[in-house]
């Protein structure tokens, strides 16, 4: 039987584990910062456009899930940046393990 391709959120999971910079966090609230910011970039895709072909573009994403992320966690507030940063990077990674990433 073959084993199912890891989930983004797995994967992504797996490479904030493997750098260990947010071990400091509760794993609830890792998991539910995880969970959120996943959640605000398919937000923001599907808004601007991109699930209709249009150009994700990075720093609109960061500057928005950053903005968010602190909104919604302000006690982690000054983890929120560097947390952005770390998950487009693995996002990135999954999305070129897959062959999902298409660079212009």
Same mark, same amino acid.
């Given at each position: 039987m073959e084993q199912p391709e890891m989930t983004a959120k797995d994967y992504i999971a797996d490479c904030f584990a493997e750098q260990g910079d947010f071990e400091i966090l509760p794993h609830e609230v890792f998991e539910a910062m995880l969970v959120r910011?996943?959640?605000l970039d398919e937000?923001? &895709?599907k808004d601007t456009g991109v699930d209709d072909g249009a150009v994700y573009d990075d720093d609109a994403a960061y500057d928005y899930l950053v903005e968010e992320m602190g909104a919604a966690f302000p @006690? @982690?507030? &000054?983890?929120? &940046?560097r947390f952005v940063e770390d998950y487009m990077d693995y996002q990135e990674r999954y999305l070129e393990s897959v062959g999902l990433l298409e660079w212009e």
């Open positions: 910011v996943i959640a937000a923001f &895709m @006690q @982690q507030k &000054m983890y929120c &940046m």
